[in-house]
């Protein structure tokens, strides 16, 4: 009798929303994980855009964009934790020592490998140290629901925040960089179309994943 793993209960593919799919396509990214993915992409880009390019003497009125985007972000964020404690595994995304056995070849991984989980908590760690830095530097700013007072702490203080908002937004960067470089290659082309489309073969799954280290179906939603 053939084993019976969480992989052979994933659930398909929606054929409706992609014709070109094959037929043992399985779903990887649920489309609000994929919506999550791409807004986040897009308001980091234009954080980044926003911050980065008036050091180099690009001059522009970047403050209430950046300010905004990263208003929009702290949503999404918040949204995804929600989602993620709610309706996911998130022990999924979870480092283990058996992961490390990835490095030598010799165990293939669960539904996320150990580089793919290592991206995501740099990600989340450059994100956390962003958000709460610029949430308090949000009050040097004048916004509709916040009055302005730059004198809120003192300037040492300030000196350590923006030390830490900066170097959040070098991180950032590096993982953006590396993130794009890896997510083009070839032979992860497959993870590209998951979190566009939302699915990869079942075949692409055996081959690249161990099938009992996939978690099971997520809640209903």
Same mark, same amino acid.
């Given at each position: 009798?053939?084993?019976?793993?969480?992989?052979?209960?994933?659930?398909?593919?929606? =054929? =409706?929303?992609? =014709?070109?799919?094959?037929?043992?396509?399985?779903?990887?990214?649920?489309?609000?994980?994929?919506? *999550?993915?791409?807004?986040?992409?897009?308001?980091?880009?234009?954080? @980044?855009?926003?911050?980065?390019?008036?050091v180099v003497g690009v001059r522009f009125a970047w403050v209430?964009?950046?300010?905004?985007?990263?208003?929009?972000?702290?949503?999404?964020?918040?949204?995804?934790?929600?989602?993620?404690?709610?309706?996911?595994?998130?022990?999924?995304?979870?480092?283990?020592?058996?992961?490390?056995?990835?490095?030598?070849?010799?165990?293939?991984?669960?539904?996320?490998?150990?580089?793919?989980?290592?991206?995501?908590?740099?990600?989340?760690? =450059?994100?956390? !140290?962003?958000?709460?830095?610029?949430?308090?530097?949000?009050?040097? !700013?004048?916004?509709?629901?916040?009055?302005?007072?730059?004198?809120? *702490?003192?300037?040492?203080?300030?000196?350590?925040?923006?030390?830490?908002?900066?170097?959040?937004? @070098?991180?950032?960067?590096?993982?953006?960089?590396?993130? !794009?470089?890896?997510?083009?290659?070839?032979?992860?082309?497959?993870?590209?179309?998951?979190?566009?489309?939302?699915?990869?073969?079942?075949?692409?799954?055996?081959?690249?994943?161990?099938?009992?280290?996939?978690?099971?179906?997520?809640?209903?939603?």
């Amino acid at each position: 009798m053939a084993a019976n793993y969480p992989l052979d209960d994933a659930r398909p593919a929606d =054929a =409706a929303r992609d =014709a070109a799919r094959p037929g043992d396509a399985i779903e990887r990214h649920a489309t609000p994980d994929r919506w *999550f993915h791409w807004i986040t992409a897009l308001t980091m880009l234009v954080l @980044l855009a926003t911050g980065l390019l008036p050091v180099v003497g690009v001059r522009f009125a970047w403050v209430e964009i950046h300010w905004i985007a990263g208003l929009v972000l702290v949503a999404a964020v918040l949204w995804h934790v929600v989602r993620a404690l709610g309706w996911q595994q998130p022990r999924a995304m979870g480092l283990r020592w058996r992961d490390l056995r990835e490095l030598t070849a010799r165990e293939r991984p669960g539904k996320y490998s150990l580089a793919q989980k290592l991206m995501h908590h740099a990600f989340a760690a =450059a994100l956390l !140290v962003a958000v709460v830095t610029g949430s308090l530097m949000l009050v040097k !700013v004048q916004t509709p629901f916040l009055e302005r007072n730059p004198y809120l *702490f003192s300037e040492r203080t300030w000196g350590v925040i923006h030390v830490l908002h900066d170097l959040s937004a @070098l991180l950032a960067v590096t993982l953006v960089i590396l993130h !794009v470089y890896f997510a083009l290659l070839p032979e992860k082309r497959m993870y590209l179309r998951a979190m566009t489309k939302g699915w990869m073969t079942r075949a692409e799954a055996r081959e690249h994943h161990d099938p009992e280290r996939w978690p099971g179906p997520e809640r209903d939603e």
